[in-house]
């Protein structure tokens, strides 16, 4: 099956600066989405993006499926950022499917 | 509140026990998902049901058995467990055939097996 690798694992930040997070996907994909886990457990969807390029206020992402990776960027960073972020992908005749990396652990200190 | 709620949100029990896990969403999605999240590992998915009817069963053993009456609910029953199914139980919903097929997420059920 489709292979999903985000890096880095574990990103400690500083209030107030910026991040790259990055999603690497072996298989070409017809469906990318991030999500937000927070520490309580909750999962948000942040963005569906399969391609092109996405803003939500501090946060945007930008997805190159022809280099199968993705970019979660995060400006002027909370506290309340701090979290898990994940990206799934789904590839093949799936629509259905969505197959987690491992998550990057964000820790956004004040 | 994500539309998605999941009871309950903490339960322990012992190898032996009977439990159940529910989860009801209000969105009006067609299909919903139970996916499992252990430590250090990626969220597996495990069960999905699309109009009431199960379309993936991703190799779970059989001490899990899903149950979906209607496309609103969606139930895991529990027995029989082992300390390493420990996990939380994440449940899903969306709407196939959107084209966007996002994922809802409720909160979670965190489960400890003793």
């Known amino acids: 099956g489709i292979q999903v690798e985000q890096s880095p694992p574990d990103l400690i930040l500083q209030e107030g600066a910026n991040s790259t997070l990055r999603c690497n996907f072996s298989?070409?994909?017809?469906?990318l989405q991030w999500f937000h886990q927070n520490p309580w457990g909750q999962l948000i969807n942040l963005f569906y993006?399969?391609?092109g390029t996405k803003q939500n206020g501090r946060l945007s992402a930008t997805t190159v499926a022809t280099e199968r990776y993705s970019l979660l960027y995060i400006s002027s960073s909370q506290t309340t950022d701090s979290g898990v972020y994940f990206c799934?992908?789904?590839?093949?005749?799936?629509?259905?499917?969505?197959?987690f990396g491992k998550g990057t652990l964000l820790t956004v200190n004040p | 509140e994500t539309g998605v709620t999941q009871t309950p949100r903490h339960l322990v029990m012992g190898m032996t026990n009977k439990k159940s896990l529910k989860c009801e969403q209000h969105l009006g999605h067609n299909a919903m998902y139970w996916y499992k999240q252990s430590a250090k590992k990626p969220l597996e998915l495990m069960f999905v049901y699309n109009f009431k009817e199960q379309t993936e069963n991703n190799s779970v053993p059989s001490r899990f058995s899903p149950e979906c009456p209607n496309s609103s609910h969606l139930f895991l029953h529990l027995h029989t467990l082992q300390p390493e199914d420990s996990a939380l139980y994440l449940c899903?919903?969306?709407?196939?055939?959107?084209?966007?097929?996002?994922?809802?997420f409720g909160a979670g059920s965190r489960l400890t097996v003793l």
């Open positions: 899903a919903s969306n709407q196939l055939a959107s084209g966007a097929n996002v994922l809802t």
């Open positions: 799934a992908v789904v590839s093949g005749g799936s629509n259905y499917k969505l197959t």
């Open positions: 993006i399969p391609s």
């Open positions: 298989d070409s994909v017809n469906n």
